[in-house]
T-cell receptor, first 113, second 112 residues
Framework: GAGVSQSPSNKVTEKGKDVELRCDPISGHTALYWYRQSLGQGLEFLIY????????KSGLPSDRFSAERTGGSVSTLTIQRTQQEDSAVYLC???????????FGEGSRLTVL | AQSVSQHNHHVILSEAASLELGCNYSYGGTVNLFWYVQYPGQHLQLLLK??????LVKGIKGFEAEFIKSKFSFNLRKPSVQWSDTAEYFCAVKRAGTALIFGKGTTLSVSS
């Protein structure tokens, strides 16, 4: 596809369950970012990848959060034992360079009941 | 820790009014500066960027921003807003080797 693709677009889960969110970046983009967007909190940085490696994981809120990227392409963000405060829109973005020009997906809205 | 501050949480304007949204960042050194915009129901998109050179940069839809290094600021301006400018605006800063960090955003509401 032409843009960044994220799935699922909406996910409702019960507290304590694990969830996986997927991001398919624009082909050829080497940098991939995950952010969390909550009302009044703006965009909270979670993690970014350059190729398959993650130079900066400092934004992951707890050890329940993890992410991987394989083949320099698709990335998966995993949240284990979800809590209600994990409810948010999780945004993925990719970039062909490390300049900061990002192309965003539509986001995955996670609701934890 | 690096931080990006946007001074206005919610701005309400009438059409044709002038707009200025403030943005300050907390660290020195060479930075790349951005404004991103999120229109209602749409994904985030780049509005304008500054890497180097002329500190006054122009973006899409008549927006411009001025980088003032001494003030660590990158304020967004538009001389005359339109109803279609209603959106959330995010300032973002990147240093080499680090992630792109966003401010908390400013919601702009323009009444016709």
């Amino acid at each position: 596809g032409a843009g960044v693709s994220q799935s699922p677009s909406n996910k409702v889960t019960e507290k304590g369950k694990d969830v996986e969110l997927r991001c398919d970046p624009i082909s050829g983009h080497t940098a991939l970012y995950w952010y969390r967007q909550s009302l009044g909190q703006g965009l909270e940085f979670l993690i970014y990848f350059q190729g398959n490696s993650a130079p900066d994981k400092s934004g992951l809120p707890s050890d329940r959060f993890s992410a991987e990227r394989t083949g320099g392409s698709v990335s998966t963000l995993t949240i284990q034992r979800t809590q209600q405060e994990d409810s948010a829109v999780y945004l993925c973005a990719s970039s062909p360079r490390s300049t900061g020009e990002l192309f965003f997906g539509e986001g995955s809205r996670l609701t934890v009941l | 820790a690096q931080s990006v501050s946007q001074h206005n949480h919610h701005v309400i304007l009438s059409e044709a009014a002038s707009l200025e949204l403030g943005c300050n960042y907390s660290y020195g050194g060479t930075v790349n500066l951005f404004w991103y915009v999120q229109y209602p129901g749409q994904h985030l998109q780049l509005l304008l960027k500054y890497f180097s050179g002329d500190p006054l940069v122009k973006g899409i839809k008549g927006f411009e921003a001025e980088f003032i290094k001494s003030k660590f600021s990158f304020n967004l301006r538009k001389p005359s807003v339109q109803w279609s400018d209603t959106a959330e605006y995010f300032c973002a800063v990147k240093r080499a080797g680090t992630a792109l960090i966003f401010g908390k955003g400013t919601t702009l509401s323009v009444s016709s």
